[in-house]
């Protein structure tokens, strides 16, 4: 694909680069440094030993790096116990996934999904895409392929071309006004009739004093990037106006300060979204570097502490109208 870029096309992708890397440069704190890491793909970034994409017309701000990675199959694995299974039952009514259909899963992160998912139908046939280069080098269940692209492009696919697009966890990769593209071009590449899964989450609701600033903390850095931290609550609605039929929407609270098994898991996985952001947050919890981990053994106490914290989660289903007007 790179060698068929205009001279012009891959000035301006440089140039957009850079811009992302000064504005990475910026957003963190002044005592951050910021190199090449000799060891990621040419685009990435390194700030603070954290690798980060380096994709310029992307905001999204958690790493690339293992241990994100890490946190995300954690996170897969509480969802998908959250939620009953990686997809709604309802889907079973519109597609069928044990025959064979064609599933694509956008920004497939550690492929946990789509891996647990081909294993689960043999016989449909999945494609993950990602905008970071985060995909085995040869182990992989046979029926699933995996593509470098970025979903803020036009996506490299025919129209009609899916029966099942997955879209999850987006909250921290788009602006408010990204959304509503994006679908429409989730909209074109599906056949009509096909479905569009999403499941995303909630900022912390609730909880003492000190998770509530915490979360605050958290929820400026999203509306300073141009985010939107209601997006389980929004997600029906942008939807519809992408020109999806809803016809499935379950949002579960979590309680990660309860001490079960599945509460647990929920309450590493906000600890670990709060040290993956340390770049960006520290500054603003007011905590140096070497104190960082004392803030975050504080905040995990807080969160077991009453009044409770609620942190949500919401799937939702849009079908492709089978007649487009
Ligand atoms: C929070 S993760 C979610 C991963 C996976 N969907 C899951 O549910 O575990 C977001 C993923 O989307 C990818 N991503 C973010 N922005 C993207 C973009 N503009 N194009 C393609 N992938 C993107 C990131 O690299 C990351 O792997």
Same mark, same amino acid.
């Given at each position: 694909?790179?060698s068929?870029?205009?001279q012009h096309?891959?000035?301006?992708?440089?140039?957009?680069l850079?811009q992302n %890397?000064?504005?990475q440069?910026?957003?963190?704190?002044?005592?951050?440094?910021?190199?090449r890491?000799?060891?990621?793909?040419? @685009?990435s970034?390194?700030v603070?030993?954290r690798?980060?994409? *380096?994709?310029?017309?992307?905001?999204?701000?958690?790493?690339?790096?293992d241990?994100?990675?890490?946190r995300l199959?954690g996170q &897969?694995?509480?969802?998908k116990? !959250?939620?009953g299974?990686?997809?709604?039952?309802?889907?079973?009514? &519109?597609?069928?996934?044990?025959? *064979?259909?064609?599933?694509?899963?956008?920004g497939? $992160?550690?492929?946990t999904?789509?891996?647990?998912?081909?294993?689960?139908y043999?016989?449909?046939?999945?494609? $993950?895409i990602?905008?970071?280069?985060?995909f085995?080098?040869n182990?992989?269940?046979?029926? =699933?392929?995996?593509?470098?692209?970025? =979903? +803020?492009?036009?996506?490299?696919?025919e129209? @009609?071309?899916? @029966?099942?697009v /997955?879209?999850?966890?987006?909250?921290?990769? !788009?602006?408010k006004?990204? #959304?509503?593209?994006?679908?429409?071009?989730v909209?074109?590449?599906?056949?009509?009739g096909?479905?569009? &899964?999403?499941?995303?989450?909630?900022?912390l !609701?609730k909880?003492?004093?000190?998770?509530? #600033?915490?979360?605050?903390?958290f929820?400026?850095?999203?509306?300073?990037?141009?985010?939107?931290?209601?997006?389980?609550?929004?997600?029906?609605? !942008?939807m519809?106006?992408?020109?999806?039929?809803v016809i499935y929407?379950?949002?579960?609270?979590?309680?990660?300060? %309860?001490?079960?098994?599945? /509460?647990?898991?929920? +309450?590493w996985? =906000?600890?670990h979204?709060?040290? /993956?952001c340390?770049?960006?947050?520290k500054? &603003?919890?007011? =905590?140096?570097?070497?104190?960082?981990d004392?803030?975050?053994?504080?905040?995990?106490?807080?969160?077991?502490?009453?009044?409770e914290?609620? #942190? @949500?989660?919401?799937?939702?289903?849009g079908?492709?109208?089978v007649?487009?007007?």
């Open positions: 694909m790179g068929s870029l205009s096309e891959k000035k301006r992708r440089k140039s957009l850079n %890397r000064k504005q440069e910026e957003t963190v704190s002044s005592s951050s440094t910021l190199t890491s000799p060891l990621a793909s040419s @685009d970034v390194v603070d030993g690798t980060y994409h *380096g994709e310029a017309s992307s905001v999204y701000w958690l790493p690339n790096d241990e994100e990675l890490d199959v &897969h694995f509480a969802m116990t !959250l939620f299974g990686n997809i709604p039952k309802e889907v079973h009514k &519109h597609v069928d996934m044990e025959k *064979g259909i064609k599933i694509l899963d956008l497939c $992160g550690p492929r999904w789509i891996m647990d998912m081909a294993t689960e043999p016989n449909s046939e999945f494609t $993950g990602d905008m970071s280069d985060v085995p080098n182990i992989r269940p046979a029926n =699933v392929t995996f593509q470098i692209a970025n =979903v +803020l492009e036009p996506l490299p696919f129209d @009609d071309t899916f @029966d099942f /997955n879209f999850s966890l987006f909250i921290l990769a !788009l602006k006004d990204q #959304w509503i593209p994006v679908m429409k071009e909209k074109r590449i599906l056949k009509p096909g479905l569009y &899964h999403s499941r995303e989450a909630s900022m !609701l909880g003492n004093s000190f998770v509530q #600033w915490a979360g605050q903390v929820t400026e850095r999203l509306i300073e990037r141009e985010q939107e931290p209601c997006i389980i609550d929004k997600v029906k609605e !942008l519809k106006v992408a020109g999806f039929d929407y379950k949002k579960l609270p979590t309680y990660p300060g %309860r001490s079960d098994r599945l /509460n647990r898991e929920f +309450l996985d =906000v600890k979204v709060f040290k /993956n340390q770049p960006f947050l500054e &603003h919890v007011k =905590v140096k570097d070497e104190e960082y004392d803030f975050l053994d504080r905040f995990v106490q807080e969160c077991q502490k009453k009044p914290l609620e #942190w @949500d989660f919401a799937s939702t289903l079908r492709k109208p007649q487009s007007i």
